[in-house]
Each structure stands twice: as structure tokens, then as C-alpha cells.
């Protein structure tokens, strides 16, 4: 996978890859959080002390950015925001792909809480000054489907779309329910930890309630 933060600050990007050797197996040097430019109100550096008017402080090591935010803060964050993204597409390829009406209503009925997520998502990175800028971007990660994987479901009809859906959600809603756990026990923003608790119990309802396949 391809580095997304080019520069970034050698704290910000350590933060980035245990966040993501601790909850993303086969991922380690992938997901990295982007940082806010240099004219932004407070500037992260490599230090532990991150901010150029000495407001950073010091969370396990970790430099904070704008907002009182760590680098895992950051991280998880903008990993949660690539998954949903993509989820929520999937999830509306539903409509007109599958003849199954439980599919497609509970399809509908998580995509609106993957948008409503993704509002408070982005809020948190707005509050904070980060650019939301996806740097996830053509990554393939566990809870995130491939491009190829991700040309069948948009090519598939009927029983064959509705087993992919099934799958591609599936291992999304694992892998969020994996890393709301995960950061919520790291040295994470309570605000963060506050949205974390959500995201996996929307995750968990959501698995919970996903219609079984016929005959299943």
C-alpha cells in the first residue's frame, strides 16, 4: 500500500502504525493520518510537545494536533471515514441489485447510519482543523473490499450481489466493531472514545440484524 502522509511528523506516523498493528493484521506502514498543512493555527511537529505555541501535549508518547486530538485519535478517525465511505456505497448498490426486500430495507436502513457517522466523523476533524482528505485512499485493508471486489458488486444481480453484499458487510461491521474496541482502550480524546462507543454499537446492531441468506 501506498504511504498516504508523505512528511508527516515521525510521531504522527509511529502513532499511525501501532494503532494499525493492533487492529489490522498484514496492514503495518499503511494507514497514515494526514496532518494539518504548516499554516494551520497549530503546528505539529516530530516532538512529543507537538504544537509551535507549546499547547501539545503529551498523550503516551504520541504528538498531539489541533483540538487536543493524538495522532491515534487522527488515525482511527480517518481510517473509520475511508471504511464508511466506502460501505455506504456498497450499501446503496442495493437498490435495484437485489430482489430481496429484508436485504434491501436493512441495505437503506444502514446506509443512513453510515451517512449520519460519517457527519460526525468529519465533525471531529473539522473541530480539530485536519483536512479530511481520505489518505486511504486505493488501500486494501481488512473491512474494505478490493477493486476488483468492488467492480463485481457493482456489475451483480440478484443472489450473486446479495452473497457479496452480505461478505463485504460482513467483514466491515467486524473490523469497525475491532477498531471502536481498540481505540477506546488506547490514549485516545474522551470525544473520540464518546464516538468509538457509538460506532461499534451501531456496528454490532447492524451485524446483528443483517438478514441471513435464504436457506442459511
Same mark, same amino acid.
Given at each position: 500500500? /501506498? %504511504?498516504?502522509? @508523505?512528511?508527516?511528523? #515521525? +510521531?504522527? &506516523?509511529?502513532?499511525?502504525?501501532? =494503532?494499525? !498493528?493492533?487492529?489490522?493484521?498484514?496492514?503495518?506502514?499503511?494507514?497514515?493520518?494526514?496532518?494539518?498543512?504548516?499554516?494551520?493555527?497549530?503546528?505539529?511537529?516530530?516532538?512529543?510537545?507537538?504544537?509551535?505555541?507549546?499547547?501539545?501535549?503529551?498523550?503516551?508518547?504520541?504528538?498531539?494536533?489541533?483540538?487536543?486530538?493524538?495522532?491515534?485519535?487522527?488515525?482511527?478517525?480517518?481510517?473509520?471515514?475511508?471504511?464508511?465511505?466506502?460501505?455506504?456505497?456498497?450499501?446503496?448498490?442495493?437498490?435495484?441489485?437485489?430482489?430481496?426486500?429484508?436485504?434491501?430495507?436493512? /441495505? %437503506?436502513?444502514? @446506509?443512513?447510519?453510515? #451517512? +449520519?457517522? &460519517?457527519?460526525?466523523?468529519?465533525? =471531529?476533524? !473539522?473541530?480539530?482543523?485536519?483536512?479530511?482528505?481520505?489518505?486511504?485512499?486505493?488501500?486494501?485493508?481488512?473491512?474494505?473490499?478490493?477493486?476488483?471486489?468492488?467492480?463485481?458488486?457493482?456489475?451483480?444481480?440478484?443472489?450473486?450481489?446479495?452473497?457479496?453484499?452480505?461478505?463485504?458487510?460482513?467483514?466491515?461491521?467486524?473490523?469497525?466493531?475491532?477498531?471502536?474496541?481498540?481505540?477506546?482502550?488506547?490514549?485516545?480524546?474522551?470525544?473520540?472514545?464518546?464516538?468509538?462507543?457509538?460506532?461499534?454499537?451501531?456496528?454490532?446492531?447492524?451485524?446483528?440484524?443483517?438478514?441471513?441468506?435464504?436457506?442459511?
Amino acid at each position: 500500500m /501506498a %504511504d498516504a502522509a @508523505a512528511g508527516a511528523p #515521525r +510521531a504522527t &506516523l509511529l502513532a499511525a502504525a501501532l =494503532l494499525c !498493528a493492533l487492529t489490522v493484521p498484514g496492514c503495518a506502514g499503511s494507514p497514515q493520518p494526514s496532518v494539518p498543512p504548516a499554516s494551520a493555527t497549530t503546528t505539529t511537529t516530530a516532538a512529543p510537545h507537538a504544537s509551535a505555541n507549546g499547547a501539545g501535549q503529551d498523550h503516551g508518547g504520541t504528538a498531539t494536533a489541533n483540538g487536543g486530538l493524538n495522532a491515534t485519535d487522527i488515525g482511527w478517525i480517518q481510517l473509520m471515514i475511508a471504511m464508511d465511505d466506502q460501505a455506504h456505497h456498497i450499501l446503496r448498490l442495493a437498490r435495484g441489485r437485489t430482489a430481496d426486500k429484508g436485504l434491501l430495507d436493512w /441495505a %437503506d436502513d444502514t @446506509a443512513d447510519g453510515h #451517512r +449520519a457517522e &460519517l457527519g460526525t466523523l468529519r465533525a =471531529l476533524l !473539522a473541530k480539530a482543523g485536519i483536512p479530511d482528505d481520505n489518505p486511504h485512499a486505493g488501500h486494501e485493508m481488512p473491512g474494505m473490499v478490493s477493486t476488483r471486489e468492488l467492480r463485481a458488486l457493482e456489475t451483480a444481480r440478484g443472489s450473486r450481489f446479495d452473497r457479496l453484499l452480505r461478505s463485504a458487510l460482513g467483514e466491515h461491521l467486524k473490523q469497525k466493531r475491532m477498531l471502536a474496541t481498540s481505540v477506546r482502550k488506547a490514549d485516545a480524546d474522551p470525544e473520540v472514545k464518546r464516538v468509538a462507543l457509538s460506532v461499534g454499537t451501531s456496528a454490532s446492531d447492524a451485524q446483528r440484524r443483517m438478514p441471513s441468506a435464504p436457506g442459511g
